[in-house]
Antibody
Framework: EVQLVESGGALVQPGGSLGLSCVVSGFSFSTSAMSWVRQAPGKGLEWVSVISANGGTTKEADSVKGRFTISRDNSKNTLYLQMNSLRVDDTAVYYC???????????????WGRGTLVAVSS | EIVMTQAPATLSVSPGERAILSCRASQNVNSNLAWYQQKPGQAPRLLIYGASTRATGIPARFSGSGSGTEFTLTISSLQSEDFAVYYCQQYDDWPLFGPGTTVDIK
């Protein structure tokens, strides 16, 4: 059974840091490019960051550049998102998602986790 | 910078009727367009990629069409489980989602 299970969401103060994890099973994680996508409460979807299968290439959305870092450990089937300098507008459910294509430029997402809630508030 | 729009914001449909959802890109995204369904409290589910290719396990009543800047998702005969929010997403550039269309029961 395919599973993507996010964890690490919490309530954090503005300016704080938080790390998210996504443990994957049921498909070949080490050959899959992955992404984080977020959704603010009652709002739409926003791509956050992507990472290649071997972790050598990453890209972040402008809204999080310089603050968030995506990484992965293929030996642990785990995707990470380190979030620093958190802002109130980072409040969202964070989903990990698998890229559906084998082409680096085709970033659509065929598998999603259930998400973990990050709330940034004083 | 690409801007994605979707119309209508809300579509009220009776079960068994056809629903037609529109998505527009502010510039050419070729056929690099995906559609997702999201139900309350759930993760999005991929329905269509490449503008018209159904994802694995997606029923044939879902179909996508279009290219360039104008795209359509058609649900031929709405089932009770189809009432949800639908998002389009372009991937001709870095991923960008539209604001969504809510399909609710008329």
């Amino acid at each position: 059974e395919v599973q993507l299970v996010e964890s690490g969401g919490a309530l954090v103060q503005p300016g704080g840091s938080l790390g998210l994890s996504c443990v994957v099973s049921g498909f070949s994680f080490s050959t899959s490019a992955m992404s984080w996508v977020r959704q603010a409460p009652g709002k739409g979807l926003e791509w956050v960051s992507v990472i290649s299968a071997n972790g050598g290439t990453t890209k972040e959305a402008d809204s999080v550049k310089g603050r968030f870092t995506i990484s992965r450990d293929n030996s642990k089937n785990t995707l990470y998102l380190q979030m620093n300098s958190l802002r109130v507008d980072d409040t969202a459910v964070y989903y990990c998602a698998k890229r559906g294509s084998n082409n680096w430029y085709d970033w659509y997402f065929d598998l999603w986790g259930r998400g973990t809630l990050v709330a940034v508030s004083s | 910078e690409i801007v994605m729009t979707q119309a209508p914001a809300t579509l009220s449909v009776s079960p068994g009727e056809r629903a037609i959802l529109s998505c527009r890109a502010s510039q050419n995204v070729n056929s690099n367009l995906a559609w997702y369904q999201q139900k309350p409290g759930q993760a999005p589910r991929l329905l269509i990629y490449g503008a018209s290719t159904r994802a694995t396990g997606i029923p044939a009543r879902f179909s996508g069409s279009g290219s360039g800047t104008e795209f359509t998702l058609t649900i031929s005969s709405l089932q009770s489980e189809d009432f949800a929010v639908y998002y389009c997403q372009q991937y001709d550039d870095w991923p960008l989602f539209g604001p969504g269309t809510t399909v609710d029961i008329k």
